[in-house]
């Protein structure tokens, strides 16, 4: 991976500071509407502690990397990109039926609906993570990838390059192992600018039409976009 000394890597003790950045980044963005269709009226408190348990499990994770940029001042975490890595069980994956795959697949989301808050609109989150997923499994085709699941700088340090350190984490070990590099934004925002200026390619769509079927107004449009590896590297 690269190794900017302005990167390390996040640990259980960075959860609640991460939890913090992402509430404070969702809260303040465009998607504000969406998010509060999903979750309901945003108590930041409650998500971002909600968000913390999680993120310490995510931390224990083998494939998943939180990757961080601190103040050298004060070494509070100002910037973080949650990556998922290539599976590395390829081989119990491909002996795995479809069957089995799709059986897997019920028993995850079964435990993932009964872990939401109860508060929440769970139809619309299941749906839009189970449209995301499979809008995922059409763009990679079964090739090794690793995910860009999360991405957020805080409002003081933006403007600085510092998403463009984290988004250029991994590309080096991508290239290495010709693996793709994916991840999803929503169809209006700004940062998909810098996401192609870094080599990605938009590859396929997610679109909630009608959000009025789970009580909202509008629709909602995901894109799919792919960074193919460079194999001259």
Known sequence: MATDPSLSAATEKDAAAIAALFVQSWASSRLISFTQLQYGTLDHISLAT?????????????NVRFVTIRDPSTNEVVAVAQWTLPSQDTNESEQETQEEKD???RFEDEIRRNGLPESSNKDLIMDFS?????????VVEGRKYFRLENIVTHPDHRGRGLATKLIKWPFTEADTQN?????ETASDNPAKRLYEKLGFEE???????DLSKYGGE????????IRYPNTAA
């Open 50 to 62: 909600e968000m913390n348990s999680r993120l310490e499990k995510l931390m224990k994770t083998e």
């Open 103 to 105: 059986e897997r697949q």
């Open 130 to 138: 189970t449209g995301l997923r499979e809008l995922c499994e059409r």
């Open 179 to 183: 693996a793709l590099i994916y991840l």
């Open 203 to 209: 590859k396929g769509y997610f679109a909630i039409p």
């Open 218 to 225: 509008g629709s909602q449009t995901h894109l799919a976009l």
